[in-house]
């Protein structure tokens, strides 16, 4: 038990004494430095040689205080300092228990206290034995800090109780001991020998017991799993966000130098990854955007520590890793992933296309696909070379992106894609043109009604009356009229046929009546025959009131032929049940 040289404060003066007001104010001030820096040195453990400037504001605040008051002495208690009663910290923190567990009740600070000898109780005061460290009484001892004392107490007991079962109000017990080490000696000893006789003096009225402890109970394995389940909490959804708030809290006193930030925003960002915790790195980059907005200078620090941060954001091998996540599974929070993903800049868009290549399910292909459109626009370089691909799904997402963010030379670059020999891209390219409406794009696909390829050549036609049906139709008839008409295949003049009754312009509808009303001979009996079953398919295709008003005029007409009959019939029943939603049942011809 270390022993002072002068006498201390006697807290027995009353709160409302104005100096006693003031020498609580001072002991706050110190204990609010003192907590400033410890959270500093926290956070920048590896810079060994700033703890003395972080230090340096709760040694000016103990100056300030002895130099008007002498020695300062705080009661310990298990969660706060205690000066004149009076708590000196206003937030919580391990610091105090650390010291009441290993049985110190009074610290004291003297003057003429060092900035060195600060910085080592500091040190003290954030060890953790837990980790193989000495206790905070051991420390205290080997480092024998001149102007700073202690006073230990260890243990009492009571006749017919163990140490376990009583713990005994200790408070006058501590005075009195303090009493005995005081001496205004230059030559004063670190120790003092206290008589039994003494300390039974002392303890006349010592009587209050704090607390027995009778007996305990096991905890039950729900209880253990509940508590785990509340660490695990802790540890993964209320940590990190309560580290970021203390990193921001200090930085919100001035960043003086980015290149210690920048290792700890790193290993946070890492630690949140691991943790798929996308929400809380998106509330870091909110809140470095807005104190950099605040900065008058271009290149201040938080500037320079926002760029890096994001250029980290957007490292391959964290992209990898978020890649992997996304391959097979649905993200449980898609939108925090794609706030995260737009905030990356342009140098991410490479790494991001190599993680496209590796996402089989289509859904976070296409929220995937969404984010790097927003990038297009201002880089469409690496998506415009990755058209010449030859894998198809890869061509097809460069067509999506490009049509999504709206490029001007897009419709150049399809036209391209569209000349080569890959009929799956082909027909992939062609949907996503028909999407857009446009009269550019309705171009390009009535260019492919002539394409070599037949099937490309029928997807046009199916694709031609949902943009513009008076030109659909226009362009459709000069095939069916066309020399060569005959000599396509039957599916292709079926698909024709379909294509002008989806048209459902009046004089394509008329065109296929008149066609049903033709009467065969002999010679070109098979013809029309033929001709009425691509009407009849071209009138369900087109599926509406008017076609089917005409479909139900065919079966009608027992002239026609039984063929005609079944397949107007089949034709009539489906087209209603997609009009009216009634359940038909099939009828025999």
């Known amino acids: 038990m270390a022993s002072p040289q002068k006498t201390p404060e006697t807290p027995s003066e009353p709160a409302t004494d ?48 002895t130099e008007k008051h002498g020695p300062l002495s705080l009661k310990v208690e298990q969660q706060n300092f205690l000066l004149h009663n009076e708590a000196l910290f206003s937030e919580d923190t391990p610091l105090p228990y650390k010291f009441f567990r290993d049985g110190i009740r009074q610290l004291i600070f003297r003057p003429g206290l060092t900035l060195q000898e600060l910085v080592t109780f500091t040190l003290i005061a954030l060890s953790e034995p837990e980790r193989g460290a000495d206790d905070v009484l051991a420390q205290l001892w080997k ?43 230059e030559d004063y000893l670190r120790f003092a020998r206290v008589s ?16 027995v402890v009778i007996g305990g109970t096991y905890a039950s394995d729900a209880l253990k799993a509940r508590l785990q389940k509340e660490i695990e909490e802790e540890e993964n959804e209320r940590l990190f966000p309560k580290v970021v708030s203390a990193i921001f809290q200090v930085m919100e006193g001035g960043v003086d130098d980015v290149s210690l930030l920048e290792e700890i925003f790193v290993q946070l960002l890492d630690a949140m990854l691991i943790q798929d915790d996308y929400a ?12 950099a907005q605040r900065e008058e200078d271009e290149g201040g620090p938080v500037r320079r520590l926002l760029a890096y941060f994001i250029q980290k954001m957007g490292d ?25 993903l737009q905030a990356l800049d342009e140098h991410a868009i490479i790494p991001l296309l190599t993680v496209l290549e590796t996402i089989e399910l289509q859904e976070n292909r296409a929220f995937l696909c969404d984010v790097l459109a927003g990038f297009a626009k201002e880089r469409p370089d690496p998506f415009v070379m990755r058209l010449q691909s030859d894998r198809p799904q890869t061509v097809r997402d460069m067509v999506y992106i490009l049509e999504k963010c709206q ?12 000349k080569g020999k890959n009929l799956v891209v082909k027909l992939e390219v062609m949907n996503i043109l028909a999407l857009s409406h446009s009269g550019e794009s309705r171009k390009v696909i009535a260019e492919l009604l002539n394409d070599p390829i037949s099937q490309v050549r029928m997807q046009a036609a199916r694709l031609l009356p949902e943009f513009d049906a008076e030109k659909a139709y226009a362009d459709l008839l000069k095939l069916v009229r066309d020399s060569g008409f005959e000599k396509k295949t039957p599916d292709e003049r079926a698909t024709l046929y379909g294509a002008l009754g989806a048209t459902g312009v009046p004089n394509a509808l008329a065109m296929l009546m008149q066609l049903m009303a033709m009467k065969p001979s002999l010679l070109n009996k098979k013809k029309v025959l033929d001709d009425k079953l691509l009407v009849i398919q071209g009138l369900a295709t087109a599926c509406n009131v008017h076609t089917y008003k005409v479909l139900q005029g065919v079966v009608e007409d027992r002239s026609q032929p039984v063929e005609v009959l079944t397949a107007a019939r089949k034709a009539m029943y489906q087209t209603r049940k997609a009009l009216f939603g009634d359940s038909v049942q099939s009828e025999e011809a």
């Not at 102007?147 to 017919?160: I, N, Q, R, S, T």
């Not at 809380?280 to 104190?291: D, E, F, G």
């Not at 091998?317 to 939108?335: S, V």
């Not at 490029?407 to 569209?418: C, D, I, N, T």
């Open 407 to 418: 490029h001007p030379e897009r419709l150049k670059m399809f036209a391209q894609v569209l």
């Open 316 to 340: 391959e091998q964290r992209l990898i890793r978020m890649g992997e996540a996304l391959k097979r599974a649905r993200p449980k929070n898609p939108g925090d992933i794609t706030r995260y």
């Open 196 to 211: 039994a006789e003494d300390l039974d003096a002392q303890m006349e009225g010592v009587d209050q017991i704090r607390g």
């Open 18 to 65: 104005p100096v006693v007001r003031e020498k609580v104010d001072l002991a706050r001030n110190f204990a609010f430095q003192l907590l400033k820096g410890i959270k500093q040195i926290g956070m920048y453990r590896h810079n060994e040689a700033k703890y003395p400037e972080f230090l340096n504001s709760a040694l000016k605040a103990i100056e300030e205080y």
């Open 143 to 185: 480092a024998s800090l001149e102007h700073v004392e202690y006073v230990v107490v260890e243990g009492f007991a009571m006749d017919g109780s163990s140490d376990e079962e009583v713990a005994v109000e200790v408070d006058k017990v501590v005075g009195y001991l303090y009493a005995r080490l005081r001496s205004n000696s």
């Open 280 to 291: 809380t790195i998106n509330n870091m980059v909110l809140k470095l955007r807005a104190m």
